[in-house]
């Protein structure tokens, strides 16, 4: 069975700053794109970055310049540089994945998700 585990969220200071990673493990013969979402208190979900398996990237526009997103295939790990942080981007942050592998005896492209981590920007 496939999994992404979650680390590096906590309690910052605004302008800190905090990195995430997300770990998949199981079965895995490939992973495709790699995303981190972020869901604040009575909002919905909302994409913040994704990364490519040929590591082109694209950002929300509130984090560009502050967030970015790499990924190490070796690992098959992406993580979430967030930099300047600000009271605004406090949520919990779930990373997702596309990844080939065989679930319930089929081999497919599925989605997967990580358990979510929490940020909180404060003072």
């Known amino acids: 069975q496939v999994q992404l585990v979650e680390s590096g969220g906590g309690l910052v200071q605004p302008g800190g700053s905090l990195r995430l990673s997300c770990a998949a493990s199981g079965s895995i013969f490939s992973i495709n794109a790699m995303d981190w979402y972020r869901q604040a208190p009575g909002k919905q979900r909302e994409l913040v970055a994704t990364?490519?398996?040929?590591?082109?990237?694209n950002y929300a526009d509130s984090v560009k310049g502050r967030f970015t997103i790499s990924r190490d295939n070796a690992k098959n790990t992406v993580y979430l540089q967030m930099n300047s942080l600000k009271p605004e981007d406090t949520a919990v942050y779930y990373c997702?994945?596309?990844?080939?592998?065989?679930?319930?005896?089929?081999?497919?492209?599925?989605?997967?998700w990580g358990q979510g981590t929490q940020v909180t920007v404060s003072a």
């Open positions: 990364i490519t398996s040929g590591n082109s990237t």
């Open positions: 997702y994945a596309k990844i080939e592998s065989i679930r319930s005896g089929w081999y497919g492209a599925y989605d997967y």
